[in-house]
């Protein structure tokens, strides 16, 4: 019983904001995981996990079957579910891949706007551990047991100012990286036709063009990070 009040201490624990320059060194902290190519194709995979996170929870609720999901080295991943193949939860499922980043960012942003840090890295790894059980294959395993590792690292063992900065830093990184992810979209649509990414997917069953769906894509995931950014007070 007493681990669960200190448990439920911690997550409703409110943190005192940080100060200004270190919030901007922090961002520009997660800006340069985002646009450092070395540094993006390792900090990727935690993009892809949110991405097919989106779609599995999507999937869960819009009524279909979740079969699975596979996260790949080369930072792709695949959501399997069942049901029908048209119709609105099958656009709903493709819709939320790439806003689900965005989404949880401007969701984290809110947090940290309240002080409630540590509550956002205890639901990032209950997050985790549900996304978990829904890995079909061993480098999936393996990314999301890092990405969970490191989080619960920061979590039990860092200092409120730690722990505040790791949750900014993850904040920041989800929604500059959605953005990044809807570029290189159009850039690999761009390179070939015909492919099966979700613009695409979108584009065979509502027959508007698959660039009109990378431009709905990207304009969530900008909306979210301006808003985002008046949430935790930054200049628009």
Known sequence: MDGLVDLWGQLSARNEPLPAITAWLTIAAAAVLVLVPAAWRVTRHVITIAHEGGHAV???????????????SDTSGLTVSSGRPRGPGMVLTLLA??????????????????????????LSLAALALLLVQIRNWFGLWSVLVTAGLVFGITWFGTPPVQSIFAL??????????????????????????TASDADQLA???????????????TATI???????????LPA
Not at 204 to 218: D, N, Q, S
Not at 223 to 233: H, I, K, P, Q
Request: proline share 2%.
């Open 169 to 194: 830093l993850i904040t920041a990184f989800l929604l500059l990286g959605a953005v990044r992810t809807v570029v290189e979209l159009q850039r690999s649509r761009s390179r070939s036709r015909g």
């Open 204 to 218: 065979r069953l509502t027959h508007i063009p698959g660039v009109v769906w990378v431009a709905v894509f990207f």
């Open 58 to 72: 999507v999937a869960t609720v819009s009524g279909r079957r979740l079969g699975g999901i596979r996260l790949h």
């Open 223 to 233: 909306a979210c990070a301006g808003f985002a950014g008046r949430l935790l007070g």
């Open 97 to 122: 891949g790439y806003t689900a980043p965005a989404l949880l960012g401007l969701g984290a942003a809110r947090m940290l706007s309240l002080g409630y840090d540590i509550g956002l890295l205890w």
